[in-house]
């Protein structure tokens, strides 16, 4: 006994130390990819030594001659920190997912390659100017500059991911930057899967007509400048099941609710504390770790300039320089438009145009996947563009018997020149020359904000479709493609697009709302991404005669939800005082509890209360009992509350309060009933997901900002060194936006907000400051992969200097690039 004793201990202690020692080599392996920040290189087609100086914050201060080098030395720093990020959207782009992640991601490389997103960005290479490919093919050089490092040396393949998803990388090319930026546009994307929405509950809906109420319009005139300070003083005022491909980690198209926002205001010296322009900006995206945004510092000839970039694109998207801060919002711009191809009944290759049958543009491609034979698929263009599968944003629900669905979209242009605009925009010196730079901008339509040292302005930028005063669905729902009336006119001019400069209120903002009202075919859009923020922007803003820039500061993480203020003003009206006496433990008595704490709260969608986890879980229940019996299957698809729907229907706008009967019940039900029913709906289900003491809940335990790795982030153990959690106040619906998952398990996950917040001020540039959700690195072994997170959680930010001996006085590093003999 005592031998067999002796073996199983000398048993254990090998596997132990066998495991030890695989933990080691792995962190060894791991560790080789971090990069070293101090360092001398030479490195080929450089024309002058190129200095990143690191500043406290793994900000790269780039200095160099002359701006190839600045670029190129750009693209070396993204390729130092980003690499596996970068990579990861290049296959995106490309629809090369499946050679690295086996048939889980076909759907998507299926579809990216429908899109042609790939040929497209190589075929647009030929619009660009001599400037912009020359500063393409710096910045790319010096990505390769890193790969070759990482290859000579041998430093871990370049980040840990490449060790446990072993595939070759090809040099960087210029037209990977230019597929990258389209790949944004794919992901800001919201009019597609709106139309499909819009087109699938017309099907569902008893009474078609009531769509307005659960997919309303954007109300009002529209809200960019605000009038003048003295004038507004006064009182505060059956189908198929969703499709997955729109949840993967690695998908990039997101549903409406999920596409692009994000907020942007200014105020003009007028109302400005220090005399000086004031501008705010803080672009929503998904969360992920490492973020999208990375910060970088370029000394241009023109002059400095910081802010905010993406890796794998060479362009600081929104920040300043000396003269000029530039800040972007999605648009909602309706720049998509789906169309019902007939095909011809005995060959399905021809299909059906103004002039009679056509035959399809085709084209095969092969899709190569990971431990599998390859997919060859063949893809369709008509003349309104390429056609899609059905299990695009549930195509396949809108679909006719004999038809196909293609797609108009100013995206898919084989001359995009947006990436020579954007570079040219960092050059700007002035409000006007900003704008007139920003004509060659094609997509994603974005509204831009420019402010110089004196003036203040905000235009949409983005081709603008013309369409037919006859268009038979003016764009709302998909249309028959081979009718004139309802094809594309070409676009309108860029001077068409709106435009806000020196108001004389002296603020300007946007939080995606809307900002015109123009008959059709001049409207712009009829779906815009918020009805709900721009309320609180409005009451923040004219709320004080000057702002500073902590004022600013205190607007991007204000949490107050006017919806809720509105909503628990109507569905409560009957259930705040019942006088009924309840005993504790009873549905009635923990009902009482409830709407007590809600009748005092502000709507402050606070992390460490209580009443947002009840408001949000009440609206959420109420809302679905308002849908489902006329939407059947269809309602879980409504998974974010539309405040509209709700205000509409229990201020019976229009008989909107028929929502609030159940069809297939006898008796009617009114509003009230739905209100009461919902309360107590949302109550149990927090008390089996959250306990029964409703004053110890806190939302910030709901409301977990998850950065996830996307494609380490389910792995066990491995999870928890990759992902970024943060408790987070917000909401769907508030200026510091976090938006909420809307499925699951947790609903309320907080899954897309500000991944960059920054706030300049021209009185004193230096005192601007910036952040980002994670930190510059994306190795998660870096002390940079999440350095940042806890100062955004606390809502605080880093200097945003171009002063560059307070970047060196802190430097964590400075590498220096040296042209090789």
């Known amino acids: 006994m005592a031998q067999v004793f002796t073996w199983l201990l000398r048993i254990a202690g090998t596997l132990v130390a066998l495991i030890v020692l695989a933990i080691v080599m792995m962190y060894y392996l791991g560790t080789r990819s971090l990069p070293d920040y101090d360092d001398v290189l030479d490195v080929p087609y450089l024309n002058a030594p190129v200095e990143i100086v690191r500043d406290n914050a793994n900000v790269p201060h780039i200095f160099g001659s002359n701006d190839e080098d600045v670029f190129y030395a750009l693209g070396y720093a993204h390729a130092q920190d980003r690499l596996w990020q970068m990579t990861l959207m290049r296959r995106t782009a490309q629809g090369r997912l499946s050679e690295v992640f086996g048939r889980e991601t076909l759907d998507i490389d299926n579809i990216m390659r429908r899109l042609d997103i790939y040929p497209l960005a190589v075929a647009s290479l030929e619009a660009q100017d001599e400037r912009t490919m020359r500063i393409l093919r710096a910045y790319a050089t010096g990505v390769n500059a890193r790969l070759d490092q990482v290859n000579d040396e041998a430093l871990g393949r370049g980040a840990p991911e490449m060790f446990l998803f072993n595939a070759p990388v090809a040099p960087w090319r210029p037209a990977d930057s230019m597929a990258i930026i389209k790949l944004m546009g794919v992901r800001l994307a919201r009019h597609l899967d709106t139309e499909v929405m819009r087109a699938r509950m017309i099907k569902a809906l008893p009474n078609p007509e009531r769509i307005i109420d659960i997919l309303p319009d954007a109300p009002g005139t529209g809200t960019a400048a605000l009038p003048e300070y003295a004038h507004l003083l006064g009182p505060p005022a059956h189908f198929a ?419 609030c009967d159940v069809i297939q019940s006898q008796p009617i039900e009114t509003c009230a009933d739905m209100a009461r029913l919902a309360l107590d709906d949302a109550l149990i289900w927090i008390g089996e997901n959250w306990g029964q003491s409703l004053e110890t809940l806190r939302w910030g335990d709901a409301h977990q900002a998850t950065h996830d790795h996307p494609v380490l982030g389910d792995v066990p153990l491995l999870r928890y060194f990759v992902n970024i959690r943060q408790s987070t106040n917000g909401g769907d619906n508030t200026l510091q936006r976090g938006l909420t998952r809307g499925y699951g398990d947790n609903p309320f996950a907080n899954v897309h907000g500000a991944g960059y917040r920054g706030v300049y001020d021209f009185a004193d540039p230096d005192s601007s400051v910036f952040v980002t959700s994670t930190g510059q690195s994306g190795h998660f072994l870096s002390r940079h992969y999440d350095d940042m997170a806890q100062l955004w959680r606390r809502g605080e930010y880093i200097p945003m200097s171009l002063d560059e001996d307070l970047a060196r006085a802190g430097a964590v590093g400075v590498t220096t690039l040296r042209p090789a003999p």
């Open 241 to 659: 099941g969703r499709s997955d491909i729109h949840t993967h980690p690695l998908s990039p198209f997101a549903p409406a609710e999920m596409a692009g926002a994000s907020n942007v205001w200014a105020a003009a010296p007028s109302r400005s504390a220090s005399g000086g322009t004031l501008l705010a900006n803080d672009p929503h995206l998904g969360f992920s770790a490492p973020g999208i945004w990375y910060l970088a510092r370029l000394e241009l000839q023109s002059g400095g300039v910081i802010g905010g970039t993406i890796p794998g694109m060479p362009i600081v998207l929104t920040g300043r320089s000396d003269r000029l801060g530039w800040g972007l919002t999605s648009a909602g711009m309706d720049d998509q438009d789906l169309y019902l191809e007939e095909l011809h009944p005995e060959n399905k290759d021809e299909y059906r145009t103004p002039s009679g049958f056509k035959k399809l543009t085709s084209r095969k491609s092969i899709i190569n996947i990971k431990d599998e034979p390859p997919v060859t698929i063949t893809m369709h263009w008509t003349d309104n563009g390429p056609v899609l599968p059905g299990r695009l944003y549930n195509l396949g629900d809108v679909m006719q018997p004999g038809h196909a669905i293609s797609l108009s979209w100013t995206l898919l242009s084989p001359n995009d020149t947006s990436m020579m605009a954007a570079l040219r925009l960092m050059e700007a010196q002035s409000v006007e020359e900003g704008f007139a730079l920003m004509e060659d901008y094609i997509a994603p339509a974005q509204n831009l904000m420019l402010v110089d040292a004196e003036n203040i302005g905000m235009k949409m930028i983005g081709a603008m479709p013309r369409r037919d005063a006859r268009h038979e669905t003016q764009g709302r729902l998909p249309s028959y493609g081979w009718k004139e009336e309802n094809r594309w006119q070409g676009t309108f001019p860029y001077a068409s697009n709106p435009e806000f400069i020196a108001p004389a209120g002296g603020i300007l903002g946007n939080t995606n709302n809307k900002v015109v009202e123009r008959p059709f075919p001049n409207h712009v859009s009829f779906d815009w991404g918020d009805t709900q923020r721009v309320k609180r922007w409005q009451r923040l803003m004219q709320a004080r005669e000057v702002h500073t820039r902590d004022s600013f500061i205190e607007a991007q993480l204000d949490a107050v939800s006017t919806s809720a203020r509105t909503l628990l003003a109507l569905i409560g009206t009957e259930l705040w005082f019942t006088g009924e006496a309840a005993e504790e433990g009873t549905p009635l008595r923990r009902r009482q509890r409830a709407l007590s704490l809600l009748a005092e709260w502000s709507g402050e969608m606070n992390e460490h209360m209580p009443e947002p986890l009840i408001y949000s879980a009440w609206v959420r229940s109420l809302q679905l009992r308002m849908v489902q019996d006329e939407l059947g299957p269809l309602a879980v698809e409504l998974t974010h509350v539309e405040p509209l729907f709700i205000e509409r229907a229990f201020r019976d706008v229009e008989g909107a309060s028929v929502w």
